[in-house]
Protein backbone atom coordinates (compact mmCIF):
# COMPACT_ATOMS: atom_id res chain seq x y z
CA UNK A 1 0.00 0.00 0.00
CA UNK A 2 1.00 3.30 -1.09
CA UNK A 3 4.55 2.01 -2.74
CA UNK A 4 3.84 2.90 -5.94
CA UNK A 5 3.29 6.67 -6.93
CA UNK A 6 1.95 6.86 -10.42
CA UNK A 7 1.47 10.86 -10.74
CA UNK A 8 4.59 11.84 -8.63
CA UNK A 9 3.98 15.47 -9.26
CA UNK A 10 0.47 15.52 -7.92
CA UNK A 11 0.36 12.96 -4.94
CA UNK A 12 1.04 13.41 -1.36
CA UNK A 13 0.49 9.77 -0.78
CA UNK A 14 1.42 7.29 -3.00
CA UNK A 15 -1.57 4.64 -4.23
CA UNK A 16 -3.78 3.46 -2.37
CA UNK A 17 -3.87 0.14 -4.16
CA UNK A 18 -2.17 -3.46 -3.29
CA UNK A 19 -0.57 -5.40 -5.80
CA UNK A 20 1.07 -9.00 -7.05
CA UNK A 21 3.21 -9.38 -10.18
CA UNK A 22 3.88 -12.28 -11.98
CA UNK A 23 6.84 -12.08 -14.50
CA UNK A 24 7.33 -14.15 -17.35
CA UNK A 25 6.67 -17.86 -16.21
CA UNK A 26 8.70 -20.80 -18.19
CA UNK A 27 7.73 -22.20 -20.96
CA UNK A 28 6.31 -25.40 -18.64
CA UNK A 29 4.83 -22.78 -16.76
CA UNK A 30 6.99 -22.30 -13.59
CA UNK A 31 7.06 -18.65 -12.18
CA UNK A 32 10.68 -17.24 -12.27
CA UNK A 33 9.83 -15.73 -8.70
CA UNK A 34 9.64 -16.21 -5.11
CA UNK A 35 5.26 -17.19 -4.95
CA UNK A 36 2.85 -16.91 -1.33
CA UNK A 37 2.01 -20.10 -0.25
CA UNK A 38 -1.63 -18.84 -0.78
CA UNK A 39 -0.97 -18.37 -4.30
CA UNK A 40 1.04 -20.98 -4.97
CA UNK A 41 -1.33 -24.24 -5.76
CA UNK A 42 -2.78 -21.46 -8.29
CA UNK A 43 0.26 -21.28 -10.33
CA UNK A 44 -1.19 -23.71 -13.10
CA UNK A 45 -3.74 -21.44 -14.11
CA UNK A 46 -2.42 -18.08 -13.58
CA UNK A 47 0.60 -19.12 -15.96
CA UNK A 48 -2.46 -20.31 -18.59
CA UNK A 49 -3.86 -17.28 -18.02
CA UNK A 50 -0.95 -15.31 -18.64
CA UNK A 51 -0.17 -17.24 -21.33
CA UNK A 52 -3.56 -16.97 -23.35
CA UNK A 53 -3.42 -13.28 -22.72
CA UNK A 54 0.35 -13.13 -24.26
CA UNK A 55 -1.33 -14.83 -27.42
CA UNK A 56 -4.48 -12.34 -27.61
CA UNK A 57 -2.14 -9.23 -27.33
CA UNK A 58 -0.27 -10.82 -30.22
CA UNK A 59 -3.17 -11.36 -31.98
CA UNK A 60 -4.22 -7.83 -31.51
CA UNK A 61 -0.27 -6.35 -32.55
CA UNK A 62 -1.07 -8.56 -35.85
CA UNK A 63 -4.17 -6.41 -36.61
CA UNK A 64 -2.64 -2.91 -35.58
CA UNK A 65 0.37 -4.64 -38.28
CA UNK A 66 -2.39 -4.79 -41.04
CA UNK A 67 -4.15 -1.61 -40.62
CA UNK A 68 -0.86 0.25 -40.06
CA UNK A 69 -0.45 -1.11 -43.87
CA UNK A 70 3.41 -2.43 -43.04
CA UNK A 71 4.84 -3.89 -46.45
CA UNK A 72 5.29 -7.58 -46.39
CA UNK A 73 9.49 -7.20 -47.04
CA UNK A 74 9.15 -5.34 -43.44
CA UNK A 75 7.25 -8.08 -41.75
CA UNK A 76 3.82 -7.03 -42.90
CA UNK A 77 1.29 -8.62 -40.43
CA UNK A 78 3.63 -10.19 -38.56
CA UNK A 79 5.73 -7.04 -37.94
CA UNK A 80 5.54 -7.28 -34.09
CA UNK A 81 4.61 -10.76 -33.40
CA UNK A 82 8.56 -11.36 -33.42
CA UNK A 83 9.47 -9.40 -31.08
CA UNK A 84 6.35 -10.35 -28.83
CA UNK A 85 7.36 -13.79 -28.58
CA UNK A 86 9.13 -15.03 -25.25
CA UNK A 87 11.14 -17.40 -27.06
CA UNK A 88 13.38 -14.63 -29.11
CA UNK A 89 14.18 -13.58 -25.19
CA UNK A 90 12.71 -11.91 -21.41
CA UNK A 91 10.70 -9.30 -21.54
CA UNK A 92 9.00 -7.24 -19.37
CA UNK A 93 5.58 -8.59 -19.96
CA UNK A 94 3.59 -8.67 -16.43
CA UNK A 95 0.62 -10.45 -15.11
CA UNK A 96 -0.59 -8.07 -12.52
CA UNK A 97 -3.72 -9.20 -9.46
CA UNK A 98 -4.36 -5.30 -7.94
CA UNK A 99 -6.86 -4.96 -4.58
CA UNK A 100 -8.35 -1.47 -4.03
CA UNK A 101 -9.36 -1.30 -0.19
CA UNK A 102 -12.00 0.91 1.03
CA UNK A 103 -10.72 4.62 1.03
CA UNK A 104 -9.71 5.10 4.42
CA UNK A 105 -11.17 7.79 7.16
CA UNK A 106 -7.99 9.88 5.97
CA UNK A 107 -8.63 9.54 2.29
CA UNK A 108 -8.54 13.11 0.50
CA UNK A 109 -9.89 12.84 -3.15
CA UNK A 110 -8.42 16.30 -3.98
CA UNK A 111 -4.99 14.78 -2.76
CA UNK A 112 -5.52 10.80 -2.68
CA UNK A 113 -6.40 8.45 -5.60
CA UNK A 114 -6.30 4.68 -5.88
CA UNK A 115 -3.73 4.59 -9.33
CA UNK A 116 -2.48 8.43 -10.20
CA UNK A 117 -2.70 9.44 -14.14
CA UNK A 118 -0.52 7.68 -15.84
CA UNK A 119 0.42 6.35 -19.46
CA UNK A 120 0.76 2.51 -19.56
CA UNK A 121 4.35 1.56 -20.56
CA UNK A 122 4.39 -0.98 -22.72
CA UNK A 123 3.06 -1.81 -26.25
CA UNK A 124 -0.82 -2.51 -24.51
CA UNK A 125 -2.47 -3.73 -21.97
CA UNK A 126 -5.47 -5.68 -21.37
CA UNK A 127 -7.39 -5.16 -18.05
CA UNK A 128 -10.72 -7.33 -16.70
CA UNK A 129 -12.35 -5.91 -14.40
CA UNK A 130 -15.45 -7.16 -12.24
CA UNK A 131 -19.14 -5.82 -13.24
CA UNK A 132 -19.97 -2.34 -11.20
CA UNK A 133 -16.59 -1.72 -9.96
CA UNK A 134 -16.23 1.38 -10.98
CA UNK A 135 -13.56 4.39 -11.28
CA UNK A 136 -11.18 3.90 -14.02
CA UNK A 137 -10.98 7.28 -16.07
CA UNK A 138 -9.64 8.13 -19.05
CA UNK A 139 -8.23 11.69 -19.81
CA UNK A 140 -10.11 13.50 -22.84
CA UNK A 141 -8.53 15.60 -25.58
CA UNK A 142 -10.03 18.71 -23.85
CA UNK A 143 -8.37 18.36 -20.47
CA UNK A 144 -11.76 16.53 -18.74
CA UNK A 145 -11.66 13.01 -16.77
CA UNK A 146 -14.21 10.66 -18.50
CA UNK A 147 -15.38 7.35 -16.49
CA UNK A 148 -14.85 4.18 -18.42
CA UNK A 149 -18.14 2.31 -17.78
CA UNK A 150 -17.54 -1.30 -17.08
CA UNK A 151 -18.45 -3.92 -19.82
CA UNK A 152 -19.52 -6.93 -18.75
CA UNK A 153 -17.24 -10.30 -20.32
CA UNK A 154 -15.38 -7.44 -22.18
CA UNK A 155 -11.98 -7.17 -22.33
CA UNK A 156 -10.30 -3.28 -21.66
CA UNK A 157 -7.86 -2.97 -24.08
CA UNK A 158 -5.69 0.15 -23.81
CA UNK A 159 -2.31 1.26 -26.00
CA UNK A 160 0.99 1.95 -24.25
CA UNK A 161 3.31 3.77 -24.72
CA UNK A 162 5.54 2.15 -27.03
CA UNK A 163 3.01 1.40 -30.01
CA UNK A 164 2.29 5.17 -29.54
CA UNK A 165 6.67 5.33 -30.04
CA UNK A 166 6.96 3.41 -33.13
CA UNK A 167 3.76 4.70 -34.84
CA UNK A 168 5.33 8.35 -33.90
CA UNK A 169 2.27 8.95 -31.68
CA UNK A 170 -0.21 8.07 -34.62
CA UNK A 171 -1.57 5.73 -31.89
CA UNK A 172 -1.90 7.42 -28.67
CA UNK A 173 -1.33 6.05 -25.46
CA UNK A 174 -3.99 6.74 -23.10
CA UNK A 175 -3.49 8.63 -20.08
CA UNK A 176 -5.61 7.06 -17.27
CA UNK A 177 -6.47 6.87 -13.26
CA UNK A 178 -8.16 5.12 -10.70
CA UNK A 179 -10.76 6.85 -8.26
CA UNK A 180 -12.68 6.03 -5.62
CA UNK A 181 -16.04 6.66 -7.05
CA UNK A 182 -18.92 8.37 -5.34
CA UNK A 183 -22.60 6.78 -4.70
CA UNK A 184 -25.63 8.24 -5.48
CA UNK A 185 -25.41 10.42 -2.18
CA UNK A 186 -22.46 11.85 -3.68
CA UNK A 187 -20.50 10.30 -1.20
CA UNK A 188 -17.15 8.19 -1.53
CA UNK A 189 -18.31 4.49 -2.35
CA UNK A 190 -16.95 2.17 0.46
CA UNK A 191 -16.50 -0.63 -2.26
CA UNK A 192 -13.84 -2.28 -2.34
CA UNK A 193 -12.57 -3.02 -6.03
CA UNK A 194 -10.08 -5.41 -7.75
CA UNK A 195 -8.80 -6.45 -11.22
CA UNK A 196 -6.86 -8.24 -12.93
CA UNK A 197 -4.32 -6.41 -15.86
CA UNK A 198 -1.73 -8.02 -18.61
CA UNK A 199 0.92 -5.56 -19.37
CA UNK A 200 2.35 -6.91 -22.63
CA UNK A 201 5.91 -5.86 -23.59
CA UNK A 202 8.47 -6.13 -26.56
CA UNK A 203 11.39 -8.94 -25.92
CA UNK A 204 14.27 -6.39 -23.89
CA UNK A 205 16.48 -5.89 -26.64
CA UNK A 206 14.13 -4.20 -29.10
CA UNK A 207 14.41 -1.10 -30.35
CA UNK A 208 12.48 1.76 -30.19
CA UNK A 209 12.58 3.31 -33.79
CA UNK A 210 9.53 4.07 -36.07
CA UNK A 211 8.17 1.71 -37.64
CA UNK A 212 7.91 0.56 -41.54
CA UNK A 213 4.63 1.97 -42.09
CA UNK A 214 3.08 4.08 -44.85
CA UNK A 215 0.40 5.70 -42.87
CA UNK A 216 3.20 6.70 -39.98
CA UNK A 217 5.59 8.22 -42.90
CA UNK A 218 2.75 9.83 -44.67
CA UNK A 219 2.13 11.65 -41.31
CA UNK A 220 5.64 12.47 -40.74
CA UNK A 221 5.66 10.85 -37.65
CA UNK A 222 8.27 11.00 -35.16
CA UNK A 223 9.86 8.31 -32.71
CA UNK A 224 10.98 8.29 -29.01
CA UNK A 225 14.80 8.41 -30.29
CA UNK A 226 14.26 11.74 -32.54
CA UNK A 227 15.87 13.70 -29.29
CA UNK A 228 17.96 10.78 -28.47
CA UNK A 229 21.53 10.46 -28.27
CA UNK A 230 21.14 6.70 -28.43
CA UNK A 231 18.07 3.80 -29.70
CA UNK A 232 16.50 3.21 -26.87
CA UNK A 233 15.39 -0.34 -26.34
CA UNK A 234 12.51 -1.31 -24.64
CA UNK A 235 14.06 -2.74 -21.54
CA UNK A 236 15.99 1.19 -21.13
CA UNK A 237 12.85 3.07 -21.44
CA UNK A 238 11.02 0.50 -18.92
CA UNK A 239 13.27 0.98 -16.33
CA UNK A 240 13.01 4.90 -17.03
CA UNK A 241 9.86 4.76 -16.22
CA UNK A 242 9.71 2.22 -12.92
CA UNK A 243 12.98 4.63 -11.70
CA UNK A 244 10.40 7.57 -11.73
CA UNK A 245 7.52 5.63 -10.75
CA UNK A 246 9.81 4.06 -7.28
CA UNK A 247 11.87 7.29 -6.64
CA UNK A 248 14.66 4.87 -7.54
CA UNK A 249 17.81 6.90 -7.93
CA UNK A 250 21.21 6.00 -10.13
Given at each position: ???????????????????????????????????????????????A??????????????L??????????????????????????????????????????????????????????????????????????????????????????????????????????????T??????????N???????????????H?????????????????????????????????????????????????
Amino acid sequence: MLSETLDPPNQKRGDFKQAMNFGEFTASGEPQQPITAALSPHIPAIAAFSAQCAALSRRIMRLFAQALKIAPDAGGKEYFTACHTSANGPSGSIMRLLYYPAAPPDFDPASDIRAGAHSDYGSLTLLFQHRNETGLEILSPNGGWNPVPVVPEAICVNIGDLLSYWTGGLLRSTIHRVVVPKDQNGDLDKAERYSMVYFCHPVDTTPLVVIPSEMVRARGGRGANDTERKVLTAAEHLKSRLAATYGWKN
